[in-house]
Structures are given as C-alpha cells and as structure tokens.
C-alpha cells in the first residue's frame, strides 16, 4: 500500500473505529482497536509517510488508540474520508471490513464474512463499493436500524479478498 492509499485507509478506518477532533489548536485523530499489533503497523507505515503519530493504552478499556496529529494533516484526512463516502472503492471497503467485520463458518455452514453498520451514509458508501466491484453479497435488516452485509461462499469471500486489500490481524489470520 503506497502512501496515498494508506491515507485512504486510514481516513476511512477512522469513520468507522475513530473520529476527528477539529477543536482549534488540538486537531488529531484518534482510531480505537483492541489490537495494538495492528495500531502500531499502521503508525510505523503512517511515519514512513511523514506523519506523525503514536499509540497508546486507553486507561479505561482493554483498547488502544491511535492518535495522529498536525492540523493540516488532520484537515487532508477529513476531506479524504468525506470523498470516500461519495466515491466509495476497496481501500474503503477493506476499512470497513477490518472495523466492523467478522468472519464465520458453522458447521455444514459455508465461509462467511459479515459487515455490520447502522443506515446512513456509511452502510449507503459499503453497498455501493460491494455492488461497484460486483461481490455477490446479501443485506439482512437488523434490529436498531442496522444493515448487515454477508458475503457468503467460498468463491464470494476469497473475490473479496483477492479484491480488497483487508490489513486486520483478526482476518489475515484465518486466510493465511
């Protein structure tokens, strides 16, 4: 991933297990996850790129967050992730999926991979980019107005993944 497409990543990544601080004089980013491994990948990439940033334990949760920091750079990030929700593609995708996703195979049950993400513009941004790289998918209506988006079949999931270039240890994991 060069470093256009991490900043992609990333401004998406922090739509879904993030947010922007756009406070005067205090402008960062901050992306949560339970998984320092793929925190701290993402920092060590995001240096190479000049930008700074760092990762650290939440005191109240088993989490960890990443912070990135630089007004300019926050403010670039922001615009990027809002194209991303008019334009979505795979690098906006793989966000989503290494945020909110899952993968899960019953018993005589095929591969699964699921997306689950409350309506708005998100949900809107996922089912355009799954219909835009034409992975057969299924949208099941939850309870509390959310969407969830199955990917199932061996075929369909390993098109996803040849697709879509998912970086969370919690997936790369299971495929490799």
Do not use: W
Not at 70 to 84: D, F, H, N, T, Y
Not at 112 to 118: G, T
Not at 140 to 145: A, M, S
């Amino acid at each position: 991933m060069n470093c256009n497409e991490l900043l992609e990543y990333v401004a998406a990544l922090a739509l879904f297990d993030g947010y922007f601080d756009l406070r005067k004089r205090r402008e960062h980013i901050v992306i949560a996850d339970a998984s320092y491994e793929f925190l701290y990948g993402i920092c060590e990439n995001l240096t190479r790129c000049g930008i700074s940033c760092n990762v650290k334990p939440d005191k109240r949760s088993k989490m960890y967050r990443l912070r990135i920091y630089g007004k300019e750079r926050v403010l670039s990030l922001r615009q990027i992730a809002e194209k991303l929700l008019e334009e979505p593609n795979h690098i906006f995708l793989a966000a989503s999926f290494d945020a909110e996703g899952t993968v899960t195979k019953g018993r005589g049950q095929p591969l699964r991979l699921r997306i689950i993400q409350k309506e708005g513009p998100k949900a809107d941004a996922i089912r355009r980019a799954l219909e835009k790289l034409e992975i057969p998918h299924l949208v099941v209506r939850r309870k509390g107005g959310y969407l969830e988006f199955v990917i199932s079949s061996k075929e369909n999931v390993f098109k996803f993944l040849s697709y879509v270039p998912v970086k969370h240890p919690k997936v790369r994991r299971i495929f490799s």
